[in-house]
């Protein structure tokens, strides 16, 4: 009797051991940011970041504008003062907001067109970085200003640093839309070549 009181003690003692060794080495969850860029049309921006490592979701919507809850339709026409836009949100751990500035300026659209990108014309397509924070404000304009003193545009940056005062998710069928639409006329001529670009100047961070 004493052995199997013996036995049966020892097995206890291991399990718990093992239950507070799984608590010691369970996985912290993961501390995301977010970060909103507007650079015409969302198609492509939405892709390009959808293919950048530690970035984990990415959302196209509606920023800049005064109008609560604008359709596609509204924003279209220019009157909303709604600029296409993204949200973007990633692990600060495996890609910081520096990182993500550089895919933007770089890759994900021209920031010298001014009111415009490629075939798109108006202030709904325009260049412009919404700020959430007074470090990402800080940084976001760095940046401006650092391309420009080096001149890495044969063009002034035309970028706009401003608040971000709320975003509007866009309707589902824009969300995602590269991917389920890439033999459309517009997205191979306009955006594949994003993902390309992205490719090459970035390698380290596609995926």
Not at 7 to 16: A, C, E, K, P, R
Not at 120 to 136: H, N, P, V, W
Request: charged letters at 20%; hydrophobic letters at 35%; a neutral charge.
């Amino acid at each position: 009797m004493h052995l199997f009181k013996k036995i049966g003690l020892f097995w206890i003692v291991l399990l718990t051991l093992s239950e507070v060794s799984g608590q010691t080495h369970s996985t912290a969850p993961i501390t995301t940011e977010t970060a909103v860029f507007a650079g015409g049309c969302f198609w492509g921006v939405d892709a390009v970041f959808k293919h950048v490592k530690g970035v984990t979701a990415v959302v196209s919507g509606y920023a800049g504008g005064k109008k609560a809850n604008p359709s596609y339709e509204q924003v279209s026409t220019g009157s909303s003062g709604h600029a296409e836009s993204v949200s973007v949100t990633y692990d600060p751990k495996i890609v910081s907001y520096d990182t993500l500035l550089k895919v933007f300026f770089k890759v994900a659209h021209d920031p010298t067109q001014l009111n415009r990108q490629g075939p798109d014309s108006g202030t709904q397509y325009r260049s412009a970085i919404f700020y959430k924070s007074s470090e990402q404000k800080k940084n976001a304009q760095l940046a401006v200003d650092s391309f420009n003193k080096s001149k890495a545009f044969s063009n002034p940056i035309v970028t706009e640093v401003t608040a971000l005062i709320e975003f509007y998710p866009a309707e589902p069928y824009h969300q995602n839309y590269l991917s389920t639409h890439t033999t459309q006329p517009y997205i191979v001529f306009n955006d594949l070549p994003k993902l390309e670009a992205l490719k090459k100047e970035f390698p380290e961070l596609y995926y």
